[in-house]
Nanobody
Framework: QVQLVESGGGLVQAGGSLRLSCAASGSIFSLNAMGWYRQAPGEQRELVASITTSGTTDYTDSVKGRFTISRDNAKNTVFLQMNSLKPEDTAVYYC?????????WGKGTLVTVSS
């Protein structure tokens, strides 16, 4: 089993920044991918960014140039630096870890961007 604990959400004004963290514990394989999905009210969950253990990253188009994903493999922790935040970034952000055809989820952290 894998447990994921997120932190770093909150309320910020448009144009501001937030940094999300997600620490994984449990049976973690040496090869995996971690990242973040988000879900806004009334909308489907969407992939925001992901990063593999080798450092390969992927971003959804709407956050490219504003968000940066990184990870500390020794601590099984993934980070999402969010800059130039917009009201449309408001959502619950869910951390995930994917390994061996399994996906594990955190409970989510709320990010609210006021205009």
């Amino acid at each position: 089993q894998v447990q994921l604990v997120e932190s770093g959400g909150g309320l910020v004004q448009a144009g501001g920044s937030l940094r999300l963290s997600c620490a994984a514990s449990g049976s973690i394989f040496s090869l995996n991918a971690m990242g973040w999905y988000r879900q806004a009210p009334g909308e489907q969950r969407e992939l925001v960014a992901s990063i593999t253990t080798s450092g390969t990253t992927d971003y959804t188009d709407s956050v490219k140039g504003r968000f940066t994903i990184s990870r500390d493999n020794a601590k099984n922790t993934v980070f999402l630096q969010m800059n130039s935040l917009k009201p449309e970034d408001t959502a619950v952000y869910y951390c995930f870890l994917s390994q061996n055809l399994m996906v594990y989820w955190g409970k989510g952290t709320l990010v609210t961007v006021s205009s």
